[in-house]
């Protein structure tokens, strides 16, 4: 693709965790794989983030990405803010002897926005991945949930009234329009599909299921589990693996040990991309037992293996990453869901016949094209400033001229 005709604008990201922060998920790879695609079309791109113990205070990443690793999770809001503003006078790693002032910002609302409006200076995007309305009691206390949904659902929805939405599904978007969000302003840009890295791998020689992602209670595990539990009578080879770390681990393990089958699971941790290649290949059957979900990057990660999925119809993107009956199952109970894991793990030809349909509908989404889109959308949002340079310039050959 030729983008000698497309002005190169710095773009700022705004998120609270990179993909090297260890509570880092699909939202993440999400924003470094667009923003990857953004240095390629001859952009510039900043990260800023929480620190964490794993990754050092400043870095650019082999895609060329500038990661700022400011304040914790709970302050890099307010980091966020000052290094903006104090850009804004040419101080500070935005100031003109740093980065230098970005010429857009995107704003990644996980529940709680940076509120780039208020100090930006410049366009925002805001980008959503969904609405977090069943997730904030699942997480946090009545006083922190009612405070949470009200800044999500009514405080931010008038803070960004001016500005561009992003999302990646159309049930994102159904969800933003719903709070009072323009539909015109919503732009849908799903998920690419990640490359895989390494050859097919055989399918172990039991029963075998897969959760993949992070351990946090609206992942609901759980469910999971349960499933295990009911089957591994007449399954008694029956395996689950959970990949993935996370501060619920814990409780994860204690269910499992009260169900009696610590024997049956094996938690990994983190693993590395083979090994989560290798995961996804030898698996019979992914399990995405979320409560929701924007897109359902582990749904097309399990389709690129030819690995097809169970899920819940409701949990929002999901029903777009998937295609009901034919790469995967939606339930609607947790009921349903452990007799549909039984009639798969069956069902060899019906199971083959899925995991086969899901790989040609993963094919279908890529990086490549879902950076086209986003590009075009930074060229929209920041075509007012080269209307004003071209005003300005021609002003000056005007005066010049007289």
Known sequence: ??????????????????????????????????????????????????????????????????????????????????ICLVGRFGFGPLGRRGLGRPDLVVDVCNGVPFFAPLYAGRPVIALVHHVHREQWPVVFGPWMSRLGWWIESWLAVR??????????????????????????????????????????????????????????????????????????????????????????????????ESLGITDRVRFTGFVSEEEKHALLCSAWLALTPSLKEGWGLTIVEAAACSTPTVAFRYAGGVAEAMVDTETGLLVDSEQEFTAVVRELLADDVRRKAMGEAALTHAAQFTWTATGARFAQLVAQATAGDDRAGHDRKTTARVTAGS
């Open 159 to 256: 803070l960004y009234r001016r500005c561009r939405y992003v999302t990646v599904s159309e049930a994102s978007r159904a969800e933003l329009t719903d709070l009072g969000v323009d539909a015109d302003r919503i732009d849908v840009v799903p998920n690419g599909t990640p490359a895989v890295t390494g050859p097919a791998l055989p399918r172990t020689p039991h029963p075998s299921l897969l959760v993949l992602g992070r351990l946090v209670p609206h992942k609901r595990v759980e469910i999971a589990l349960r499933a295990v539990a009911e089957l591994v009578d007449e399954l008694p080879d029956l395996e689950l693996v959970v990949a993935g770390q996370g501060w619920w681990e814990g409780p994860l393990r204690e269910l499992s």
């Open 1 to 82: 693709m030729d983008h000698s005709d497309t002005p190169s604008r710095h773009v700022l990201f705004l998120n609270w965790r990179d993909t090297t922060n260890p509570e880092g998920g699909g939202s993440e790879v999400y924003i470094e794989r667009i923003a990857a695609e953004l240095v390629t079309a001859g952009h510039r791109v900043t990260l800023l983030c929480a620190a964490h113990d794993q990754g050092g205070p400043a870095e650019t990443t082999d895609t060329g990405v500038r990661v700022l690793r400011r304040g914790s999770r709970m302050t890099v809001y307010l980091r966020a803010a000052l």
